[in-house]
């Protein structure tokens, strides 16, 4: 899948990153890069939805980045 949004970062227990889609979705990518960690920042990702076992956060959907891009800010 492809998305396409802003990155945040939740303030969930130690804190996490994440994507928040234009069109209002939420994702978690379990493996961030990080030049992506930029809040604010507008990318598009290539992903793919992960199963996590247990996890701390309760935000988003997992997923995994399997390529990015920076939008201009």
């Known amino acids: 899948m492809t ?4 990155v945040v970062h939740q303030n969930i227990g130690m ?7 234009d069109n209002g979705k939420e994702y978690r990518p379990v493996n961030m890069p990080e030049q992506l960690k930029t809040e ?30 920076t939008i201009g800010s």
Do not use: Q
């Open 40 to 69: 604010g920042a507008k990318v598009t990702v290539s992903a793919s939805t992960v199963k996590e076992s247990v996890s701390m956060f309760m935000w988003g959907t997992p997923i995994k980045i399997t390529s990015f891009e």
């Open 15 to 21: 804190g996490c990153w994440g994507i928040v889609a």
């Open 3 to 6: 998305i396409t949004g802003k």
